[in-house]
């Protein structure tokens, strides 16, 4: 149970939620297969098997919201329409117009809907309600979206802002590379991306690169020439890695081999696993979100959403 991504959020102040209401509330919206024509479904299903829909350890709270979508190519619809559409040209001596055409795809793709193949996907969440976090393991707006959408829809209510730093990722990231040095706690990888703000959109990437003396002056060139980084791979305390992204998302994040083999150590079964690698985990967060947010400039503090 290690997250890959994060997208990061803040409960604003009180949200007076406890275990046993936010059980309660988030039967509101369980997870159900697609049925009919449906193209696709969502709702909370138990982060383990047999549980409840929210898995609890040491004040921390996990959530998984599970999707599941029906597979129906543009291609097959297409050809479908066109031997259709064909018919009807035959019959009329004709072909259908425009709005016929719609008309026509619309009937086909509704035909053909509740014979497509699903897949299922999930979405694991984090709270940690004393600390006023949320975190999505997710590293595009969508997948966060619809986890938010669907916590707003169940919960009566649900206070969330998105986390604001006085110093943009972005400026913060050129700060570090143009001056040379990591913020406190922190050290540069081998990976970064700088993009150009003009309307070409140049960029140029620095792949698996130790981004020390030599590099470093060619970063500043680019830099200086008008780029701007968009991906920074860092490394906090030697205990987490990770990609911090100009919208402040965490991407690649990973927990180093020491934690993961902690986590080893105290797990015998299956169910110790998952619990042994959740206190871990929650207990890194906890720990390295302030530094971030340190690095970044200190946090600005939200209304209400």
Not at 228 to 233: E, G, I, R, Y
Request: overall charge negative; charged content about 25%.
């Amino acid at each position: 149970m290690w997250f890959k991504k994060l997208m990061l959020f803040r409960l604003v102040s009180p949200w007076a939620m406890t275990l046993e209401k936010l059980v309660e509330q988030l039967q509101r919206g369980p997870f159900a297969p697609v049925t009919g024509s449906t193209p696709m479904s969502r709702g909370w299903i138990a982060p383990r098997a047999d549980g409840d829909l929210v898995y609890a350890a040491n004040g921390h709270w996990l959530l998984r919201l599970q999707t599941e979508t029906r597979l129906l190519p543009a291609e097959v619809v297409n050809a479908e329409v066109t031997k259709r559409a064909e018919k009807e040209a035959e019959l009329q001596g004709f072909p259908p117009g425009r709005k016929a055409l719609r008309e026509l795809r619309e009937r086909v793709t509704e035909e053909l809907m509740p014979t497509a193949f699903t897949v299922r996907r999930s979405t694991h969440v984090w709270i940690d309600p004393k600390n006023g976090w949320l975190g999505i393991d997710a590293g595009v707006p969508t997948k966060a979206d619809a986890v938010v959408e669907h916590l707003r829809c169940c919960l009566d209510l649900f206070p969330l802002a998105p986390l604001r730093t006085r110093l943009s990722p972005q400026s913060a990231m050129a700060d570090w590379l143009g001056g040379g040095n990591a913020p406190a706690g922190f050290t540069v990888d081998r990976d970064c991306e700088l993009k150009s703000v003009a309307e070409e959109k140049a960029s140029v990437a620095f792949k698996r690169h130790p981004l020390g003396d030599e590099v470093g002056d060619e970063i500043k060139a680019h830099l200086s020439a008008g780029k701007l980084p968009t991906h920074l791979a860092l490394t906090w305390d030697d205990r987490i890695s990770f990609v911090l992204t100009e919208k402040g998302v965490i991407k690649r994040l990973a927990f180093l081999d020491l934690l993961k083999e902690e986590a080893d150590q105290n797990a015998e079964t299956a169910d110790d696993q998952f619990a042994a690698d959740f206190a871990i985990m929650t207990g890194e967060l906890s720990r390295f979100l302030p530094h971030l947010v340190n690095a970044l400039g200190g946090e600005l503090r939200e209304e209400v959403a």
